[in-house]
């Protein structure tokens, strides 16, 4: 066994990885090497997870937003972004819908729109609940006092995704305007941890400006907060940003890093994305087969689709909910996983 493969089965064994652990990763990994890593991370999942893939149907449910994030396509200062809310009436359809279709997860996902007060939020939340008490319920709609979280949870929502982006300050500074700051995006996760949420984190790969030191200190700040979930994708450029003429992020660093999250975190829900899937048709099942165990297929209404374009290319704006349900089972299947229709909750939640 060579260095590289001891330095995995050490990250591993820790549920730890150093700087120069993942400084030599980076440096030395090929594709003999790659496999090695991959295989651990299924290895790590096997026992836990037996090969099971979890689905979440996805509700684009707004695509306004009050900020200006300089890599997403949905931005405020984009003119170019047709915009759209849905009504709550959609909304529950489309979770009728999905139901149907057996998922057991529903996550609201949207720009940051005034429009939907807490009040709102929390009705649409306890008529989800109402109408399908044996589904989980996900938020994804940015940052909010911890009041208004408290609402949500006490409403019935069960788990908030609200990537981090970059655990350095100076770097999130570079991705944001100074409206936004890494410390506040940071401590709305702290809160949505100790309210009970399962709480999901993450980062874009690849984005402008972006390290290896960087990635050591999301690392770090994830071991800090124990996430239940964690979403990663490559950065993809959106051509009505700032950041249009900067490269997409890697697929492969991507795959690389969800299987040593995998290995850091054995119990974690780890979603191959769709913007993994963009960067690379076969995005989504190399990332099941580095470690990942969640998939979302989208079940927004096909007229708005296409509005909630966060970067461009993004995969799968033509195909009806049905259509992506049974393409995500088929593609699943075809690996060699299955798709289990349960909850899905995280490991410690059960
Ligand atoms: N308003 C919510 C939802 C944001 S969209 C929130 O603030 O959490 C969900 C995620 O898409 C973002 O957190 C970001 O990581 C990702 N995203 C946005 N633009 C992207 C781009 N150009 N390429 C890849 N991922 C992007």
């Not at 890093?257 to 960067?279: I, N, Y």
């Amino acid at each position: 066994m060579g260095v590289f493969e001891t330095i995995v089965d050490q990250i591993r064994d820790a549920q730890m990885v150093t700087y120069d652990q993942l400084v030599y990763i980076f440096e030395h990994i090929d594709e003999e090497k790659e496999q090695y890593l991959y295989a651990q991370a299924r290895a790590v999942a096997e026992p836990i997870f037996h090969k099971a893939v979890y689905l979440r149907g996805l509700i684009e449910f707004t695509n306004i937003c009050k900020n200006d994030c300089y890599y997403c396509g949905i931005r405020c200062s984009n003119p170019n972004a047709q915009r759209y809310r849905l009504t709550e009436e959609q909304i529950l359809n489309c979770c009728d819908m999905g139901a149907k279709l057996g998922f057991k997860t529903f996550v609201l996902q949207g720009g940051e729109d005034p429009y939907y007060t807490d009040d709102k939020v929390c009705d649409i939340v306890r008529k989800i609940k109402d109408r399908h008490p044996d589904c989980a319920v996900t938020l994804s709609i940015g940052e909010k006092e911890y009041d208004s979280y408290k609402r949500y949870y006490a409403a019935g929502a069960d788990r908030y995704l609200l990537r981090h982006e970059t655990a350095n300050e100076e770097h999130y500074a570079m991705l944001h305007p100074a409206s936004l700051s890494g410390a506040h995006r940071k401590q709305c996760l702290r809160d949505l941890k100790e309210i009970g949420f399962q709480v999901g984190c993450g980062i874009m790969v690849g984005t402008p400006h972006q390290t290896l030191k960087h990635i050591y200190e999301d690392f770090v700040f994830m071991q800090e907060l124990q996430p239940h979930m964690i979403g990663i994708g490559p950065f993809i450029p959106h051509k009505d940003t700032p950041f249009r003429d900067e490269p997409m992020g890697s697929v492969q660093q991507t795959l690389w890093l969800l299987a040593l999250l995998r290995l850091v975190f054995p119990k974690v829900l780890l979603p191959a994305t769709t913007a993994l899937g963009t960067a690379d048709p076969m995005g989504r099942e190399k990332g099941i087969l580095a470690g990942a165990n969640v998939m979302m297929p989208n079940l927004s209404p096909v007229d708005v689709r296409e509005k909630y374009m966060l970067y461009d290319g993004k995969i799968c704006t033509g195909d009806e909910a049905a259509e992506c349900n049974r393409c995500m089972r088929l593609r699943v299947e075809k690996i060699g996983y299955h798709v289990e229709d349960s909850r899905g909750d995280h490991p410690n939640f059960k």
